[in-house]
């Protein structure tokens, strides 16, 4: 039976991550979801950081002058045993608690990330954490130095540009944004940092009209391995712009602020979720992948797969539209899907009111998570087939296409123009689970391709994932390794699925 009551509303069920992520907005029919138990701090298998520099690099060797450090800083530095270091080295994702950076530095100026760097570089591993959501933990590298950037957090909009701090949160960006009447295509967590987002690429429920975040950045400035604050745009270190686009935050320097250009915020945003009956996903996924294919950019939508037995199934999504519009759209998937939703949400609302309605609760989260691109429609009974009994997880099926399609997959380092969608895998995980958990994500990866999903999204990045660089580059990946090389030919800003590892 059709409903408008909106049981599914985010922030109140499990896995209030999961819609979020998988910009996942599982449409609003997803399990929120609070976090999971606190997971008991786990090391991170992030290899051991170098003490002093490689021989012949001219880098300083010996370990840093940590009080010089601190008396150059506008903002903090926090060390292990002093106040605060326990709380502010934590990341979001609770399984890499047991993380202990060396230090964590607070930044609050350019030129404090340009002391910290010229600090460190070559004697410590040094990492950039902006809203702290790597699935990985490698924002909180294991006995290097955290360069917080959450305080260079202003958004700043002016006609259709919008100035934005790497350390901006998206909830900030997003009320930022509506309060001069802009858009900015995004994704759907509201304390994901705009940097991570933006240079791994951002998908958001506006991607197939607007696009990736990363298509609307016009220049950003960045902190380079020797110190140099550089602007990179189309005129200014092109090479540089074109890896940021895509190729992967940590990689090339501390960004720390992003200009994009903006679009008018749209009046009307119709946000729907349908649940169908459970055991029907396989006819629902066949049907979902023509359907997204052949609908206007103005529909995103994506699909959830709740593992289990049996598998439970649910379409989410946004139109930049009345739901007028929306209807006859609808009914072309619910004709075709084998099954007809139990239950139906469709509200219309404004463009701050609809991102709200995508984002799901800030509670860090413990999980192990991976992806997969589908580029052309897969055998979906397959894809039912690996989610079956595995009960927690989730398969986020995000559509792409639209606006993402425009740009060549070498315009920019976002490799995955021609994706249908992307895929997800999300699955909860403590301490004591993490093995097996990591072993079921890899499984349930490895049973995608073999349905036919390959490739990867780098934001949603797996250090288990066992061709990485290819799945998220493609063949960009040598090109970014030089870009990489020439930034920083120390690889001081090294980490474990860095493009240069
Ligand atoms: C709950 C949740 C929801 C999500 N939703 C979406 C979504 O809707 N759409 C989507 O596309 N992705 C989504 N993601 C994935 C997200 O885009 C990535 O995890 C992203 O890398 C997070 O960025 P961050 O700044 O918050 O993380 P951080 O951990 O701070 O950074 C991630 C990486 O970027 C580097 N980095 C951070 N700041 C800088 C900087 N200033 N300069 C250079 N490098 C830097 C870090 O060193 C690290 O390697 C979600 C993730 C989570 C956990």
Redesign the pocket.
């Known amino acids: 039976m059709d409903s408008e009551h909106d049981q599914g509303r985010p922030g109140v069920r499990r896995r209030t991550?999961l819609r979020?992520?998988?910009?996942?907005a599982a449409g609003a029919v997803a399990a929120a979801c609070g976090p999971e138990k606190p997971a008991a701090p786990v090391a991170s298998t992030a290899p051991a950081p170098p003490t002093s520099a490689p021989s012949g690099t001219g880098l300083p060797t010996g370990p840093p002058n940590w009080d010089d450090l601190r008396s150059k800083l506008t903002g903090s530095l926090l060390r292990p045993g002093t106040d605060g270091y326990d709380t502010a080295r934590h990341?979001?994702?609770q399984l890499f608690d047991g993380n202990n950076p060396v230090a964590v530095a607070t930044v609050s100026s350019v030129a404090d990330v340009q002391a910290c760097v010229r600090a460190t570089a070559g004697r410590v591993t040094i990492?950039?954490?902006?809203?702290?959501?790597?699935?990985a933990g490698?924002?909180v590298p294991v006995g290097g130095l955290v360069i917080d950037?959450a305080a260079l957090n202003k958004v700043d909009v002016q006609g259709g540009k919008a100035v934005i701090g790497?350390g901006a949160k998206l909830k900030d960006v997003y009320a930022g944004l509506a309060r001069a009447g802009r858009a900015l295509p995004a994704?759907?967590?509201p304390t994901?940092?705009?940097?991570?987002?933006t240079?791994?690429?951002?998908?958001?429920v506006l991607a197939r009209k607007y696009g990736l975040t990363c298509d609307h950045l016009s220049s950003a400035q960045v902190v380079t391995a020797d110190g140099r604050a550089l602007t990179a745009s189309a005129n200014s270190e092109p090479d540089l712009f074109w890896a940021l686009r895509g190729g992967?935050?940590?990689n090339f320097?501390?960004?720390?602020e992003f200009t994009f250009d903006t679009d008018p915020a749209p009046q009307e945003l119709t946000v729907f979720s349908l649940h169908f009956p459970a055991g029907s996903g396989a006819g629902v996924l066949a049907a979902w992948q023509q359907w997204i294919a052949a609908m206007p950019p103005e529909l995103w939508a994506n699909l959830v797969l709740s593992g289990g037995s049996p598998v439970q199934c649910r379409v989410g999504g946004c139109y930049v539209g009345g739901a007028a519009g929306l209807t006859t759209l609808l009914n072309n998937l619910t004709t075709n899907a084998g099954a007809r939703p139990t239950q139906r949400v469709v509200k219309t609302l404004d463009y701050l009111g609809a991102m709200k309605y995508f984002e799901?609760s800030s509670n860090r989260?413990s999980f192990v998570a991976s992806s997969r691109m589908i580029t052309a429609p897969v055998d979906a009974a397959k894809v039912v087939a690996v989610a079956d009994g595995r009960q927690g997880m989730d398969l986020l099926i995000d559509g792409l296409g639209g606006a993402v399609a425009g740009p060549a997959k070498d315009a920019t380092a976002f490799w995955h123009r021609d994706a249908l969608a992307s895929v997800q895998v999300y699955a909860p995980a403590t301490a004591k689970t993490r093995t097996k958990v990591t072993q079921a994500v890899g499984d349930v990866v490895a049973g995608l391709a073999a349905a036919g999903a390959g490739g990867g999204?780098v934001?949603?990045?797996d250090p288990a994932l066992p061709d990485w660089k290819t799945a998220y580059y493609g063949d960009n990946a040598k090109r970014l390794q030089d870009v990489a090389k020439k930034y920083d030919p120390y690889n001081v800003f090294r980490?474990g699925q860095g493009v240069v590892s």
């Open positions: 991550f979020i992520a998988g910009v996942s990341g979001f994702n990492a950039a954490r902006s809203g702290g959501h790597s699935y490698y924002s950037v790497a994704g759907s967590c994901v940092g705009i940097a991570g987002l240079l791994g690429g951002g998908i958001g992967g935050g940590g320097g501390v960004v720390t799901g989260q999204y934001n949603y990045i980490f």
